[in-house]
């Protein structure tokens, strides 16, 4: 049987409440995993890291699933170094944080489709060149699918809990319906039981951009200079979509970039175009653009009743309660979205705890609005804890 230990103890110079140095693993399936497409991979691999520890009935493992521009590293830093950057939730997860890794085994694992050391269309195909489009279509059922090969060579049959925001968040729900049994509550946070039209063409305008780069080259790129400016742009796109006006015209008005008169050229004259640059420079040194292809086609083709007749029939496979948070502004998975999902699933007498946070952050809010989201989150799983050690009355 697999034995797992805290693989992350904390150093002695980490950040306070740090889960530390971390490092990233690869769990390799020589099995192959068939897609909803009706296409397969005939073996994969997966990365993820682990935070905690998991204890002797395997009972608190928790599964954090990631958004489209994230990976497996969700907390702690890979060196000593004081200045790296932290893991993208590293806020949220730690001992004493939302994600309490004195309690919690912290499971997150880069998607199926992705860039950061799962299998996807940067990977070496069986004939030793990248898949490039070749890789086959992959869904977000894949994603859970693939996560769900992980949870059985880990040894965890159950999830305390499954968590997301975002693409994470339909993860989680997914999760929840296609392995009712072994998901023990669900996380869906600033997500979307269904894509909307709106999202689906916020998603195609980004492909676009990546489409029309010359490097692209119908996406054999590899080898060669990849469609960087493309991505950079369909990077922009998306980055507007996870703010909000007011954060947009707080945080940078109509500054211009030096503090001047308009250069009444086509430079950058406004700090928000600054920025924005900026953001598309940053992303295109750890992501891959025919990642981005696929995985905005994912969310895209996202719709929770898909495979089952419609979103009740989904939902009344469920057997777990759920917590849903909308933000108030966040204009990309709205509340009405959540709220979608809360109506469904109490008209299949499913629990479920609804929260809508006032916060100006946009759909990013859900990370950035650490203080809160730990009381809403953090109490409801210290509730959940409590009452699975304390006998408590079942929620279902």
């Known amino acids: 049987m697999l034995m797992l230990q805290d693989d992350n103890p904390l150093t002695d110079d980490c950040r306070p409440g740090s889960v530390g140095v971390v490092k990233k693993q690869f769990a390799h399936f020589m099995q192959p995993l068939k897609l909803r497409s009706g296409q397969m991979l005939e073996n994969f691999t997966l990365a993820y890291e682990t935070y905690g520890r998991l204890n002797a009935d395997r009972s608190n493992a928790i599964l954090i699933c990631h958004a489209l521009s994230g990976d497996s590293h969700v907390a702690g830093t890979y060196t000593n170094d004081p200045d790296e950057r932290p893991g993208w939730w590293d806020e949220a997860v730690g001992p004493g944080k939302m994600f309490d890794t004195d309690r919690y ?155 001047g008169d308009l250069a009444y050229g086509f430079g950058t004259d406004f700090a928000v175009e600054s920025y924005l640059k900026h953001q598309g420079e940053k992303f295109v040194e750890r992501f891959d653009a025919n990642s981005y292809l696929y995985i905005t086609k994912a969310l895209d083709y996202y719709d929770v009743g898909d495979g089952y007749g419609s979103m009740h029939a989904a939902l009344e496979r469920t057997q777990c309660p759920f917590l849903v948070v909308s933000i108030s502004s966040d204009w990309l998975y709205t509340a009405a979205q959540a709220l979608e999902l809360v109506n469904g699933l109490e008209a299949v007498g499913k629990p479920v705890d609804y929260h809508h946070i006032e916060a100006t952050f946009g759909h990013d809010s859900f990370l950035v609005e650490v203080e809160t989201m730990t009381t809403i989150v953090g109490g409801y799983l210290n509730r959940l804890w409590e009452n699975s050690k304390g006998g408590g009355v079942s929620l279902l």
């Open 105 to 259: 085994f912290v499971i997150c694992s880069n998607v199926i489709g992705g860039c950061q050391g799962s299998t996807g269309p940067s990977s070496l195909a069986p004939d030793g060149k990248p898949y490039a489009l070749r890789f086959p279509f992959v869904t977000v059922a894949d994603m859970v699918e693939a996560q769900r090969y992980l949870l059985d060579y880990l040894g965890i049959r159950k999830l305390f809990s499954v968590a997301g925001g975002s693409m994470g968040g339909m993860q989680a729900l997914q999760w929840a319906v296609d392995y009712p049994d072994r998901v023990g509550s669900v996380l869906f946070l600033a997500a979307t039981p269904r894509s909307s039209t709106q999202n689906i063409a916020f998603n195609e305008i980004g492909r676009q951009a990546i489409y029309a780069d010359p490097n692209w080259n119908n996406g054999d790129y590899y080898g060669s200079t990849p469609p960087a400016s493309g991505l950079a742009v369909a990077r922009m796109i998306g980055h507007i979509t996870y703010m909000s006006e007011h954060s947009l015209e707080n945080k940078f008005g109509r500054r211009t970039q030096h503090g």
